[in-house]
């Protein structure tokens, strides 16, 4: 009783206009203040009988008074994040690309026309753009075949990044394959794409049976192994169409390869090795040296070498 009467007259001494609005606690009040304390500050009338907590908004809450203050709401959890979209393809940036490397001088100022000239001379392509150039956007293909998370244990804990898979092609002899990892779904994608550019090669392709029509088929057996996964493709007659897994029929649709059979073993589940060795069997096709390859062809110079001045000039350039 005795914290019960401290309590209110604290409460009352802090707020005496709320007093009519609980007499009890007037009358508490009269009962613990003097006087001379009563006369010189009376009670103001109020035409309202709003509650006692009418003007707690003007002051922050105490501690005194019955009870705790109440706790402020707990702020709603934010929304998990959408998934990245898909890398846009280079656009306006190939209007304003600046090349780097020789070859990509030399594919700007058109002294080489082709990707086949690339190929001959086995020059390796450090920028996409050089691609961009020879297909067009309506003529390459791209898709991403597989993403999914790869985790590194660390000292904070564990780190969670996105792999992607992308596959490019024109479907008509040439196909890439790119694979990057990236924190973000996005940044993977486009890094994947870029990737897959870099990657393009030649796919050779030959006849089952008559050399009738256009080649429709590979020329030969070939087997392509990552991991524990192997790919054999063999060639079908026209008509048969591609005899494949969707990992394989995927890549075998960009190549141009229209009939086909494929035998795979080892664990195909695992997407990534799967993609790996079927490529690797496409890049096979160019390896091997058969008969109607064995007549003697002129040797030319090489681009860089045959094009020297031009580059010279334009290094001359740079540094001025």
């Given at each position: 009783q005795f914290l019960y009467f401290i309590g209110a007259h604290t409460l009352i001494h802090k707020n005496k206009t709320n007093t009519q609005a609980f007499p009890f606690f007037a009358h508490i009040s009269q009962m613990s203040d003097s006087p001379a304390v009563e006369a010189s500050s009376p009670a103001p009338a109020t035409t309202t009988d709003a509650p006692a907590t009418a003007t707690s908004g003007s002051r922050p809450a105490g501690r005194g008074g019955f009870g705790r203050g109440g706790r402020g709401g707990r702020g709603g959890r934010g929304g998990r994040g959408g998934r990245g979209g898909r890398g846009g393809r280079g656009g306006d940036d190939e209007k304003g690309w600046v090349p780097c490397t020789k070859l990509g001088r030399l594919v700007k100022e058109q002294k080489i026309t082709s990707l086949e000239e690339i190929f001959l001379f086995s020059m390796p392509i450090k920028e996409h753009?050089?691609?961009?150039?020879?297909i067009s956007d309506s003529q390459l293909m791209e898709e991403v075949i597989a993403i999914y998370p790869v985790q590194k244990a660390t000292?904070?804990?564990?780190?969670?990044?996105?792999?992607?898979?992308?596959?490019?092609?024109?479907?008509?002899?040439?196909?890439?394959?790119?694979?990057?990892?990236?924190?973000e779904v996005s940044v993977a994608i486009r890094a994947s794409l870029i990737a897959a550019k870099l990657n393009i090669i030649p796919i050779r392709r030959g006849y089952w049976g008559n050399k009738i029509g256009e080649p429709h088929t590979i020329p030969m057996k070939v087997t392509g192994k990552c991991g524990s996964v192997a790919v054999r493709l063999v060639p079908a007659p026209r008509g048969t169409g591609i005899v494949a897994a969707p990992v394989p029929r995927k890549l075998l649709e960009y190549a141009g390869v229209e009939d086909v059979y494929t035998s795979s073993c080892g664990k195909t589940r695992t997407k990534s090795n799967f993609i790996m060795a079927t490529f690797a069997a496409l890049r096979k096709t160019y390896g091997f040296l058969t008969p109607d390859l064995w007549a003697?062809?002129?040797?030319?110079?090489d681009p860089t070498d045959e094009h020297s001045e031009f580059l010279a000039a334009q290094d001359i350039a740079v540094v001025v």
């Open positions: 753009q050089i691609v961009d150039t020879f000292s904070a804990g564990q780190r969670t990044r996105f792999k992607a898979f992308n596959v490019v092609g024109d479907g008509n002899g040439h196909i890439g394959v790119g694979s990057r990892v990236g924190k003697q062809t002129e040797t030319s110079r």
